[in-house]
């Protein structure tokens, strides 16, 4: 577990990405991420999504343990964010952990706790439907790890980019994000990438922005771009998106700048929100 979580969890954020997604694929339609110095002390995610069952809650951090595949052939059909059941595992091996969890249909909630890989029992409590779950002290047992955490400032700057393509890549969900209590953004639920756009950079960018909606075969594209004056020195501004999850690809990049050339100085980069949807398989 502690290997796999130094490939999972670089750092504060890949908590607040495994986190989020896995809250995404319980079903929730709201993600509150709270967040002390940077992540370093406390990451917390509440959901109120699906939830887990008593007996799921302690599954849940076993390696490899995941209900979203049930037979070979879904791995042929991937429609969720996680699906390696590695996430768990991998952030309890390396922090203390609790998890509070409630079903819809049940009127308690269950509560377990799990310092760098040793197991509490689980036992009941209060608690709203869905999952809250903290991260504590990330790498405190492991100094030459913590060691590498950066300053509060570039902890904080890597999660408000997770938490960013999150939020661009699924406008349909409402989520917050708080630092050190002090609110970071509240956006609501089914807000349009524009509004998204406006609240997560600027105004003035997301107005400017032409939105463009196109299809082929089983493949559609959305986009929002940016105008041809409206070049960037760098590719800060361009987020790619298949099927709701935020992806780099040189094929991709290359495509916009053909697309752009001749309208835009060759060493600038277009603002481009590209969101792609095809079949998993
Ligand atoms: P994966 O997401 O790849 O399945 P994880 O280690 O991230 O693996 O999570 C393990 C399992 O725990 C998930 O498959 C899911 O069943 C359950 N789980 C994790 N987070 C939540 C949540 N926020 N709400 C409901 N169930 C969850
Ligand atoms: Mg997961």
Redesign the pocket.
Known sequence: NMIAAGEVIERPASVVK??M???L??G?TQINVYVEDGGRNLIA?A?N????EAD??E???EPH?????STIADLLNIS????????????ASVAKVS?V?RCRDKIEANKIEIDCGDKDSIRPCSGDV????EVRNLFYKLPARRKFLRTVNTEITHIVEQFTRMALARTDIGMTLAHNKKELYRLKANESVRERIAKLFNDETAQSLLELQSSERDIKLAAMLGRPDSGRANSKFQYFFLNGRFIRDKFLLHAVKEAYRGLMEPDKYPIVFLFLQMPPQ
Do not use: H, Q, Y
């Open positions: 495994e986190l997604e896995n809250s694929d319980a929730a995610v959901d999504g699906c939830g887990m799921d809650l599954l849940a951090f343990a995941t209900s979203k595949l969720t964010m996680g699906f390696r059941g590695e996430a768990l595992a991998s952030i998890i969890s869905g999952t809250t779950v």
